[in-house]
């Protein structure tokens, strides 16, 4: 898979629950099925990416139920225990599902490399059969094997027995330069020797942690990590190794070590064949030279054995030409030995010669030729006489019987192979009549040799397929071969045999078909495993889309019969106990009726120690490879049940427990009734299999009912806390409606108190201006004119009252400039003439003068309205927070500013004090605060504070309206 694939499926994981979520609270589900839009996104999640991504969309959609739909939203607790329980069901499903769709996935994988491993042997096999360029097959065999396996280095290296070394021949990943030049040895601690001293491939994990061979240096090279290598054997003959490799850890399959045995095997015996034809072939060639010019190789001698004369085709054996050898004894030329033995034998033209009589071969001979070539001859050696019957000579005629041999040991070879051959491979004329039938025929058709050998073709045909015998024959007769075949045979016993047939017609050197060749492999296993795989895929289909189990488990027993089983019976165990059948489905309509009265009428003993209820008792399988009719007797309580029993029929059955989260849930019965096939073990793979699917089907479906049962009782409560929360909702809102005038209120009471305020400040301020200031004028005018009147008195008691008179004068200065500070307080006229700005600014100066206190002041106001009520305001806070800057801040500058912004006057105080803390904020009785923020808030203001111990504080006051 690739890393886009990859991506999007995880992605489709993380928004398919974010999508349910919408579509949850925009149709409003979250009252009725919460789960329904989260349960679909689970599905597409698991159905794209498998097992992760749709565990974790049933993680992200637990999350999302529990956050945004269980109360209290907006939380990840949740108080409802039931809601929990139903958020553990709903991660259950979720779980389930996904499991589900990766054992699907992972079983569609499986079948996939397989049908790809079989495709690649096939194409390799077709290649092996077609090609006659070896160097091309090889290439083509490496790339197919690199593809199936996914293994980016394949090789294919050659044995090279006089150098014990191999030849890297062909490849995929290699460097240039290695494919045809790089040889690696085959000595004890190679690779290759340990290859080829096991029948088994050679695998390994980690190549660089080898203790059993040593790695080629070009292995090395290439970083390779792991690999799988086999020896390319053929019979006793090794041809080389076939190998694929990985950069990465890698552990190979079973289906891929076998898959790269069966290559190899193929591969080998290709190799064997291509050498064997391309020997055929330049033998015929010579062959056919030899006999297209004289014909036999014809060498003459004189009575003294000195040679007179050889034809081009002796020439060509003994390697002399006429001019060399002409005049030299028959020795320097022609010379045999014994073909097994290699000792020398007697020259014959000697021996004829000594004898005067003809010398033909009796032992298989070789020559001698003049480069030590050897050469298989036939010879026969005559005396060559005169008138006079004068011996004067020999002639010997010989021939090259290399092609003979080779061709008769391949005959021998091709009968051993078909002789061994576990198929079965017979032949016959184009009538059909049966000429040669090997071993592999006699087991698979029951027939012997002896038996079969003269009689027609159609002895092994049924019945019914005759038309499909008749057929075969006219595209014989055509030239058109027949290649896997997929029919029905009969053996001797009259049983049916599924089989592979592969029929290739037989031609003579004219060309003329004279009979067809017949290679037949027994597949019935082949068809019961595709029959159960076939059975397996459409019950797990009918499993995970039906919530109803008890129609899905009658369908699952009606696609067992007759595929797996003659008859099924399907039981499930009640909640008391209590067991019942499903239902029951036999091949026979007829005897269906049977098979439920034998259920109805005689339900499984308790007390036995097998049956159904002992299966679900124990929770393990029970199978009967074979159930005789003595032990069918056995098991009758009475001759109604041995009667029923034997019309139903039983030959083979297996039982298996349906086993859930909860226990056993029941048990499903396969039964075999008296034919010739019996359960395997195999079978019984395949019958605890869909056990184990049809429990999990079932206890998803008695799941969702509960989870159904739950959502409506879930349902139900919601609607009830929603009236409840409707209900106090409506009085709620009353509550805070009221409390909301209230505030207005007191706001507005709040803001008249201030402004009543300010005007007694105002008319006290000026009525102690206008009555007390005047008084006090007065008194310091009526002490200046008694002063003046006092001159004339005696200046004793004149100095004495003058300096009362000065006393009394200095107080009531004192008491003017105290009436004007206390004027000032309650009104500064600054304030009322001079504006805000005029007025902070001399506030500024009094409070440095007071306190010692640095104090910077800086504004962009140029002309401002602003009413004196808003002015009054901000002079008030200024002045309260001055009045915390001096008590608590117990700082040494203060920095202020006046300005305007968008609309909004600005006053902003910072100082270098201790700063405000959290604490301070939230105390309730800070006064001095809620004050500052109440007379802002009177005209839509606010005042915030903000500091940090050590670091200061900044107060900072908007209103709107500058």
Known sequence: ??????????????????????????????????????????????????????????????????????????????????????????????????????????????????????????????????????????????????????????????????????????????????IAFARTSAGPESLANVAFASSEPILSENLRAEKRFSSPAFFTEHQLVSGITVALRS???????????????????????????????????????????????????????????????????????????????????????????????????????????????????????????????????????????????????????????????????????????????????????????????????????????NPGAERLYGYTAAEIIGKAVAVTHPPDRLDEYQNILERLTRGEPVEQHDTVRLRKDGARINVALSISPIKDAAGRIIGASTIARDVTERRRAEQAQHFLAQASEILVASRDYETALNQVAQLAVPAVADWCAIHLRADDGTLTQVTVAHCQPAKQDQAEELARRYPPDPHAPFGVLNVIRTGKPEFAFQVTHEQIAGLARDIEHLKLLLEVGLGSYIIVPLIARQGTLGA????????????????????????????????????????????????????????????????????????????????????????????????????????????LTAVKMDLALLERKLDKVDRIQVAVVKQDIHATADLVDKTIRTMREIIRELRPEILDHL????????????????????CAFNSNLQDVNLELERSTAVFRIFQETLTNVARHAQATRVETSLNQDAGNLILQVRDNGKGVSENDLADKKTFGILGMRERAHVFGGEVTLDGAPGRGTVVTVRIPGA
């Open 668 to 775: 499903i019965t396969f039964g075999l009734a008296e034919t010739e096939r019996r359960y395997t073990a195999a079978d019984l793979a395949m019958a605890e299999d869909i056990a184990r699917r049809a429990a999990l089907a079932i206890d998803n479906a008695r799941l969702y009912r509960n989870a159904q049962e739950l959502s409506a009782e879930l349902e139900q409560r919601v609607i009830t806390r929603t009236l409840e929360l409707q209900n106090a909702n409506t009085k709620l809102e009353t509550e805070i409606a009221e409390r909301q005038r209230m505030n207005e209120e007191l706001r507005l009471l709040s803001a008249h108190l201030q402004s009543a305020r300010e005007e007694e400040r105002i008319r006290i301020a000026r009525e102690i201006h206008d009555e007390v200031g005047q008084v």
């Open 235 to 437: 019979g006793a003959e090794i041809f080389g190794t076939l190998g694929a490799y990985t950069k990465r850890h890698r552990k190979f399959s079973r289906a891929e070590i076998a898959f790269v045995k069966t290559v190899g095997d193929i591969i080998a015996s290709a190799l064997a064949r291509m050498r064997d034809e391309d020997s055929i072939r330049k033998h015929r060639e010579r062959l056919h030279d030899t006999l297209a010019s004289v014909g036999d190789a014809v060498l003459v001698t004189n009575s003294d054995g000195k040679i007179t004369f050889l034809n081009p085709i002796a020439e060509a054996l003994i390697g002399w030409q006429t001019n060399e050898i002409v005049g030299k004894a028959i020795g320097d030329a022609f010379n045999i030995s014994d073909a097994e033995t290699f000792q020398p034998i007697e020259n014959p033209v000697a021996q004829v010669l000594r004898e005067a009589g003809t010398v033909s071969y009796k032992t298989p001979s070789v020559l001698i030729a003049r480069n030590r070539r050897t050469i298989p001859i036939d010879y026969i050696a005559a005396p060559m006489r005169d008138r006079d019957n004068v011996l004067i000579g020999c002639v010997i005629v010989f021939r090259d019987v290399s092609e003979r041999m080779r061709m008769e040991q391949s005959v021998f070879r091709l009968a051993t192979i078909v002789n061994a051959s576990d198929d079965a491979i017979f032949s016959a004329t184009v009538d059909g009549i049966i000429l040669t039938w």
């Open 835 to 854: 504006g805000l700005a005029a007025a902070i600014e001399w506030q500024l100066q009094e409070f440095q003068t007071r306190t010692g206190i640095a």
């Open 1 to 178: 898979m690739s890393k886009r694939v990859l991506v999007l499926h995880y992605a489709v994981a993380l928004c398919a629950p974010a999508l349910a979520l919408v579509a949850t609270m925009e149709t409003a589900l979250y009252f009725k099925s919460p789960f329904l839009f989260f349960i679909v996104a689970v599905v597409i999640s698991a159905w794209l990416g498998g097992f992760a991504p749709g565990v974790i969309a049933g993680v992200i959609a637990s999350a999302a139920i529990s956050y945004f739909i269980f109360p209290p939203t907006g939380s990840f607790l949740i108080d409802d225990p039931l809601d929990v329980q139903l958020l553990l069901v709903f991660g259950g499903v979720a779980f389930a599902i996904s499991s589900l769709f990766e054992l699907r996935a992972r079983q569609d994988r499986a079948h996939q490399q397989r049908a790809h491993q079989q495709d690649a042997c096939t194409q390799i096999g077709q290649l092996a059969l077609k090609s006659q360029d070896r160097a091309l097959f090889l290439d083509d065999a490496a790339r197919l094997v690199s593809a199936t396996l996914a293994a980016r280095y394949c090789q294919i290296s050659e044995w090279l027995p006089d150098q014990n070394a191999l030849l890297l021949r062909a490849g995929t990943g290699w460097h240039d330069g290695l």
